[in-house]
Nanobody, 124 residues
Framework: VQLQASGGGLVRPGDSLTLSCAAS????????MAWFRQAPGKEREFVAG????????FYADSVKGRFTIDRDNAKNTAYLQMNNLNTDDAGAYYC??????????????????WGQGTQVTVSS
């Protein structure tokens, strides 16, 4: 499967942004999906994940209550709705997918497929 992340941009603290991850070349509904992010000088970190059917979601503590992950299997797309953004949320955001995971994992090494990343900048 090929993943194409989009929707990043420059926003102010407190603003909202929605990222999209469009998949092609595979049965999208068969993949566990996740979002990771990486800020300059920091390690990549798990942000959110969603199971195949979209019924279960998982979030990093730092984004709980502010971010929402969702997917539309009919459109082969996963989303990350980000509200009340702050400067700690800035970085490159990557969507990831895996066909064999039984459930969402927070380690990036568990995912076989990655999008190219979309940049989120939060600045006043």
């Amino acid at each position: 499967v090929q993943l194409q992340a989009s929707g990043g941009g420059l926003v102010r603290p407190g603003d909202s942004l929605t990222l999209s991850c469009a998949a092609s070349g595979g049965d999208f509904g068969s993949y566990v999906m996740a979002w990771f992010r990486q800020a300059p000088g920091k390690e990549r970190e798990f942000v959110a994940g969603i199971n195949r059917g979209g019924s279960r979601t998982f979030y990093a503590d730092s984004v709980k209550g502010r971010f929402t992950i969702d997917r539309d299997n009919a459109k082969n797309t996963a989303y990350l709705q980000m509200n009340n953004l702050n400067t700690d949320d800035a970085g490159a955001y990557y969507c990831a997918a895996d066909l064999n995971l039984a459930f969402v994992r927070t380690s990036g090494g568990e995912y076989d497929y990655w999008g190219q990343g979309t940049q989120v900048t939060v600045s006043s």
